[in-house]
T-cell receptor, first 113, second 112 residues
Framework: DTEVTQTPKHLVMGMTNKKSLKCEQHMGHRAMYWYKQKAKKPPELMFV???????INESVPSRFSPECPNSSLLNLHLHALQPEDSALYLCASSQVRAYNEQFFGPGTRLTVL | DAKTTQPNSMESNEEEPVHLPCNHSTISGTDYIHWYRQLPSQGPEYVIH???SNVNNRMASLAIAEDRKSSTLILHRATLRDAAVYYC?????????????FGGGTRLMVKP
């Protein structure tokens, strides 16, 4: 199984809502990532988890709160988002060793009204 | 961070070879060169990577200049399914995972 799954596929939320994005992989990878991709732009790294611990936070606003409850699951909790946070949110996983490829999920398309 | 420079777009005919260039003049000795592509409405997918030597796999070939300041991704026979944005990325080895810093990428269009 070389698949990274993300749910939901689409999400529309208001600025006062609280929602969560979910990402799952069963490849035994111990590094997991969240990226944000605006339309017609490349993906930008948000967070890196290694062995279920947050290792990199790329100065992401606190309205985005990541969580890695176990080695297969990665969540991104959203609260008080702004319309400019509307984007495709991509999850990826890899072995921890630096040269390994990352496997990406299909993303969650988020719209903030 | 070392950066990469790629043409914004390229066009190819179906079943012809495609050479996608990438400049990375500030590459350091430990940076791996990775290529990913992103098909429409999908997440990026790994294509190939290398450090110093040329590399081949079932998807593509990677030719790395001797001074490592540039590289070329070669698709031997382009198909319509290869139409995507191709990203050349310098992979920074970290002890705690690794970072992919995507540049602008090259949008490849394949004509039938």
């Amino acid at each position: 199984d070389t698949e990274v799954t993300q749910t939901p596929k689409h999400l529309v939320m208001g600025m006062t809502n609280k929602k969560s994005l979910k990402c799952e992989q069963h490849m035994g990878h111990r590094a997991m990532y969240w990226y944000k991709q605006k339309a017609k732009k490349p993906p930008e790294l948000m967070f890196v988890y290694s062995y279920e611990k947050l290792s990199i936070n790329e100065s992401v606003p606190s309205r985005f709160s990541p969580e890695c409850p176990n080695s297969s699951l990665l969540n991104l909790h959203l609260h008080a988002l702004q319309p400019e946070d509307s984007a495709l949110y991509l999850c990826a996983s890899s072995q921890v060793r630096a040269y390994n490829e990352q496997f990406f999920g299909p993303g969650t398309r988020l719209t903030v009204l | 961070d070392a950066k990469t420079t790629q043409p914004n777009s390229m066009e190819s005919n179906e079943e012809e070879p495609v050479h996608l260039p990438c400049n990375h003049s500030t590459i350091s000795g430990t940076d791996y060169i990775h290529w990913y592509r992103q098909l429409p409405s999908q997440g990026p997918e790994y294509v190939i990577h290398g450090l110093t030597s040329n590399v081949n796999n079932r998807m593509a070939s990677l030719a790395i200049a001797e001074d490592r300041k540039s590289s070329t991704l070669i698709l031997h026979r382009a198909t319509l399914r290869d139409a995507a944005v191709y990203y050349c990325i310098l992979r920074v080895p970290l002890h705690a995972g690794n970072m992919l810093t995507f540049g602008g990428g090259t949008r490849l269009m394949v004509k039938p």
